[in-house]
């Protein structure tokens, strides 16, 4: 068995819908090595940024990606208030009280999405609809603290720019009681089904090393045993005020992932009605004029793991350098270690179980050779491009 | 001459071809509809199946370069062969004294053509996807066949036959083998091994969309590609008929029959939509394991008169 193939996964994802590349080389089934090429869809966030006023900022990262539309823009005014002193310092009680709860909410929409299409990578359709039927009572609920269903449009430096209304609260919760039910209809559905065991249990394996050392974050670094979370390493909203957990799971394999985002949801809404029952009365915004000269940094534990973000400002109402690290960039490597050695059957929901968000990823690219082993960073890719447009018009004049 | 074309009517129209795909692609839409319930949507309306095939009819045809001829042949050959086989199983219900000596094992070659035809076709497509996918049938193959001609066995066994008609009349007399215990283990195994046969999941391993993008059929457009989802329609027709013929032959008054056939559409569907895909070494391990242990008791079972 010495004939490999090349089964390819994209350019553009069959059922992700998203610009990836994975070539999977195969020895019939077996998947013996793994090209991951991403880059198929920059967009210049960065540079667009240092280009816009702060205010306009926040609205620019929350397009970043469709699914952490909470995450990015947080973390982006949390770095803004980092020259300020500190989000807990200059924001208002109220105000952190609404951004956590928008931040749990997006968690379990966003779990609740990976959730489906688990399923529907495993060829089990009925848990895909399941999952994102029972996702519209948590976009309703959005519509109703933020008033859209997704890019929140919520956060802005010193605040949130809607208050959550008096009424609202007794209905939330309520609606939240009657979610709980289905996600127990899905601990059961999943953690109990031996069909599902057989295909997820011992599979796409990461181990607590192998994890150290590809850097992953999130779900996938708790579910290999590694107990990180920046909600509880670094708090910010009101997240050292409630009672909560962090998920550890110690399997490192697709199983452990899953369970980790289901429970995680139970934490989740734990927490938003801790916040509902203790949020104060008082302002939302504190409106924050003319942003220091300094450089900020902003961490927010998004669905996928931890979200950077860095801010560099000269006085003026633009920053000068915005650098984004999004979680999927760090996880969507580490595949390398988990689809190889598996079946292509296996490799599908491997690579979709980092829960792999390419728009948040798509900044830089790294090319990894099976060979040489090449990465390429985003300079090496101005420098090609460069090169690239030289050539063109040395052609061109000639 | 009469005859012939006697004959030609029952291959081509009724109960054969014409009239297997119609109640095919309705019990398709059956499928289709209770799976879309079960997931809280609406579904497509009755016609929706037939309108497919027909829009599949007027798209144009791409054909690889390579073995063109397999290619496009090997379609017809699993559609055909699979219409002879529901024929003469709709034959023999509606007169158990026309079969002929031997047809279960005629029916039993006839059945596993829809998936030959698939290898050969697959594979001169000479994509690397549709090789996997061929590879996982052929695999797939040698995983249900055993049980399932073990399960056709006990059938055999039972009634001192291996005619279609005195299987029937055995249980016109004698009650349906599913009353019986090997009798009713020996269906648990064919609904499994037609479950893989139709290509139903935890069995669409072959196809596997989210994996190999459809495999066996990546490459095929057009007539051919429409011809293998008549294939599929036909033998949403033929399984659940054949399980009638085997098991629950006892009352054959048209609507004992249509309910007994819906009844087993219904459970095929319900398996289909309460499993994810197994792995195709998962699927050989459970059909040459768990199955076929069941289906060797059948068969000791009825050897011993149960």
């Known amino acids: ?398 | 001459m009469m005859i012939i074309l006697k004959e030609m009517f029952y291959y081509f129209v009724f109960p054969g071809l014409l009239f297997g795909t119609g109640i095919g692609l309705l019990a398709g839409w059956v499928d289709r509809k209770v799976t879309a319930r079960l997931q809280w949507r609406v579904g497509p309306p009755w016609y929706q199946n037939f309108v497919d095939i027909l829009k599949l009819f007027g798209k144009e045809t791409i054909v690889p370069r390579g073995r063109a001829a397999t290619f496009l042949l090997a379609p017809y050959l699993g559609f055909l062969s699979l219409g002879l086989a529901a024929a003469i199983i709709g034959r023999a219900l509606i007169n158990p004294a026309v079969s002929f000596a031997g047809d279960l094992i005629v029916i039993l070659y006839l059945l596993t053509m829809p998936a030959i035809a698939l290898i050969i076709g697959a594979s001169s497509s000479r994509n690397p996807l549709a090789s996997v996918g061929a590879g996982r049938e052929m695999k797939l193959i040698l995983g249900y066949e055993l049980p399932f001609i073990m399960a056709l066995a006990t059938i055999a066994i039972k009634s001192g036959s291996i005619k279609l008609g005195s299987i029937l009349t055995y249980q016109l007399n004698f009650g349906s083998f599913f009353y019986s215990w090997s009798g009713a283990i020996a269906m648990v195994v064919a609904i499994f091994c037609a479950q893989a046969k139709m290509g139903f999941a935890p069995f669409e391993i072959s196809e596997a969309e989210q994996e190999i993008m459809g495999g066996v059929l990546i490459e095929y457009s057009g007539i051919p590609l429409a011809v293998f989802k008549l294939t599929k329609a036909l033998l949403l027709y033929t399984m659940p008929l054949l399980l009638v013929v085997l098991f629950l032959g006892k009352d054959l008054h048209p609507l004992f029959i249509i309910g007994k056939f819906v009844i087993f559409l219904v459970i095929f569907i319900l398996i289909k939509n309460t499993n994810p895909r197994l792995r195709i070494d998962q699927a050989m391990s459970f059909f040459w394991g768990p199955v076929s242990l069941l289906a060797l008791a059948a068969v000791i079972l009825a050897l011993m008169g149960k």
């Open chain 1, 1 to 398: 068995m010495s004939h490999k193939i090349i089964v390819p996964i994209g350019p553009y994802h069959p059922l992700q819908e998203e610009p990836e590349f994975f070539q999977l080389y195969c020895e019939g089934e077996k998947v013996v090595d793994i090209d991951i090429i991403i880059g198929y869809n920059h967009r210049g966030i960065e540079q667009l940024s240092e280009g816009k006023h702060y205010d306009q900022v926040a609205f620019l990262v929350e397009r970043i990606c469709g699914i952490c539309s909470s995450s990015h823009p947080y973390a982006f005014v949390l770095a803004v208030e980092d020259l300020f002193g500190g989000e807990q310092k200059v924001v208002p009680e109220r105000a952190l009280y609404i951004r956590t709860i928008v931040d749990e909410l997006q968690r379990i929409h966003s779990h609740l999405l990976w959730l489906g299409l688990a399923g529907h990578f495993i060829g089990y359709n009925t848990v895909w609809m399941w999952a994102w039927k029972y996702r519209e009572p948590v976009l309703d609920m959005f519509e109703m603290t933020t008033g859209n269903r997704n890019s929140y449009a919520m956060f802005k430096i010193g605040g949130v720019r809607r208050d959550l209304k008096e009424e609202d609260g007794p209905i939330l919760k309520k609606m939240l009681d009657e979610f709980v039910p289905a996600l127990d209809l899905f601990r059961g559905a999943v953690m109990d089904d031996p069909v599902i065991q057989a295909r997820l249990k011992g599979v796409g394996i990461l181990t607590r090393q192998q994890a150290i050392d590809w850097c992953v974050v999130g779900p996938t670094a708790r579910a290999s045993g590694i107990n990180i979370d920046v909600r509880r390493d670094e708090p910010y909203g009101v997240y050292n005020r409630v009672d909560w957990n962090v998920v550890v799971e110690k399997e490192g394999d697709i199983f452990a992932k899953t369970v980790a985002r289901i429970l995680e949801m139970y934490e989740s809404v734990r927490i938003i009605r801790q916040c509902l029952d203790k949020i104060p009365k008082g302002e939302i915004d504190a409106q924050l004029r003319d942003v220091p000269v300094g450089e900020g940094i902003g961490r927010v534990e998004a669905p996928r793991g931890e979200c950077f973000h860095y801010i560099k400002s000269d006085g003026t109402n633009r920053p000068v350098r915005h650098k984004i690290r999004a979680p999927s960039f760090m996880n969507v490597a580490s595949n390398k270690v988990g689809a190889v050695g598996g079946s292509i059957s296996d490799a599908t929901i491997t690579l979709a179980a980092v829960d792999p968000c390419y728009c948040c990823t798509e900044r830089v690219a790294v090319i990894n050779k099976a060979d040489n082993q090449k990465v390429m960073n985003g300079w090496d890719l101005i420098k090609l491009s460069q090169e690239k447009t030289e050539r063109l018009k040395k052609e061109l004049k000639a």
